[in-house]
Each structure stands twice: as structure tokens, then as C-alpha cells.
């Protein structure tokens, strides 16, 4: 199945460092790519991107998507302990209902 | 708390038995989808319905696993002479295109 990869797996950071995760991806007929952050159980929605080059911004955390390279990006500044979490990346594709989630990356901010 | 309930929480069972979970979703959501998530790993698609419709299932979900909605409310998903493979938390979700509200889950551990 088309994969979805995300890097680094684990972080280690302290507050105020500012963190960029990756998350590449392989799809036909790609329609989007999203973002989600699961801090104990439920993953909670971030971001949806169906754009190349169109910055979506929530708070101190941004993404953007380039489907040329078929890669997102989200970065975290002023990082926080509350940022701590695991960060999903998964995409959808035309047709289908389902996404497909990367492994994750596991997300520790020291005071 | 997202507003799609799950039960139960956790469940232990023995090898051989059946188990059932229940989901409650977003009253105003028309569409709900079934993900199964084990440790390190992001969660993966198993079923989505729309309303009472089963549209689409995983073709990793054997025939041990049942899904249904009734009336389009609330669903059940049913795993029928559980293997020890099948210990994952099970989570619910409803919303569209990618921007699922998920409910906390329920745990199965298979003995």
C-alpha cells in the first residue's frame, strides 16, 4: 500500500526550541494531508492540506505541503510541555474514505 | 472530550471468545469509521459507513471482524474467536475528508 513515512520516529527537545517534523508520502490520485496530535488516547485534529505552497497556521504551530515533492512539514516554535505528544501525518486519496497514518513522531519537551 | 463516546474502555478476554464494541458518535455526523491502533504505530483503517451503509472495508479485516450501524447512530464492531494479534486500541471516529473527531478508545487485550 502507499506509504506514508514520518521523521524523526522520537524527539527530544527543550521549551522555547522550535521543531520541524517531516512526513513524505507516496499516493495516486492524492486529495489530501493531514496532521493530527495523540497525546494519551484519542488523536485530535491539527491540519488539513490539499494545496502545494499554502502556509496553514494555528497558534505556534504551522504546516504547508508540497505535492511536487510529496512532503508536509509541521513546525512547532517557543515549544511548550504541553506540545509533547505524538504527531500523526495521513493522507487521503480520490475514491477512498480512509486515511492512511505514518507511524508518528513522538514528541518530549523538557522544562 | 470530542463528543464520540466508546465501550467499553477496556476489555480482557481469553483467546477463542467473542468481544463487542460499542461507538456513539456525533449526532449531526452522518459518517463514522472503525481504526485499530497498536503500539508505535499509527492507526489503521478498518471500515467506514455512511448513515446505515458499509461502504468501505479494510481488506487486512478478516472474516472474523463484523461491523454494523443500525438506523446510522450508533455502531458495533464484533471480533468473533479473538487471536492474541487482535490486542489493539480500537478507536471510533466520525467527521469527513479527513477531519475525524476520534472517541478515547477502547483497549482489547487477547490472553
Known amino acids: 500500500e502507499d506509504k506514508v513515512v514520518q521523521s524523526p520516529l522520537s524527539l527530544v527537545v527543550h521549551e522555547g526550541d522550535t521543531v520541524t517534523l517531516n512526513c513524505s508520502y507516496e499516493v495516486t490520485n492524492f486529495r489530501s494531508l493531514l496532521w493530527y496530535k495523540q497525546e494519551k488516547k484519542a488523536p485530535t485534529f491539527l491540519f488539513m492540506l490539499?494545496?502545494?505552497?499554502i502556509e496553514k497556521k494555528s497558534g505556534r504551530l504551522s504546516s504547508i505541503l508540497d505535492k511536487k515533492e510529496l512532503f508536509s512539514i509541521l513546525n512547532i516554535t517557543a515549544t511548550q510541555t504541553g506540545d509533547s505528544a505524538v504527531y500523526l501525518c495521513a493522507r487521503t486519496q480520490g475514491g477512498s474514505e480512509k486515511l492512511v497514518f505514518g507511524k508518528g513522531t513522538k514528541l518530549t519537551v523538557n522544562p | 472530550d470530542t463528543g464520540v463516546s466508546q465501550d467499553p474502555r477496556h476489555k480482557i478476554t481469553k483467546r477463542g471468545q467473542n468481544v463487542t464494541f460499542r461507538c456513539d458518535p456525533i449526532?449531526?455526523?452522518?459518517?463514522l469509521y472503525w481504526y485499530r491502533q497498536t503500539l508505535g504505530q499509527g492507526p489503521e483503517f478498518l471500515t467506514y459507513?455512511?448513515?446505515?451503509?458499509?461502504?468501505?472495508k479494510s481488506r487486512l479485516l478478516s472474516d472474523r471482524f463484523s461491523a454494523e450501524r443500525p438506523k446510522g447512530s450508533f455502531s458495533t464492531l464484533e471480533i468473533q474467536r479473538t487471536e492474541q494479534g487482535d490486542s489493539a486500541m480500537y478507536l471510533c471516529a466520525t467527521g469527513r475528508f479527513g477531519e475525524l473527531f476520534f472517541g478515547e478508545g477502547s483497549r482489547l487485550t487477547v490472553l
Open positions: 490539499t494545496s502545494s505552497g
Open positions: 459507513f455512511q448513515n446505515e451503509a458499509q461502504l468501505e
Open positions: 449526532s449531526e455526523h452522518n459518517r
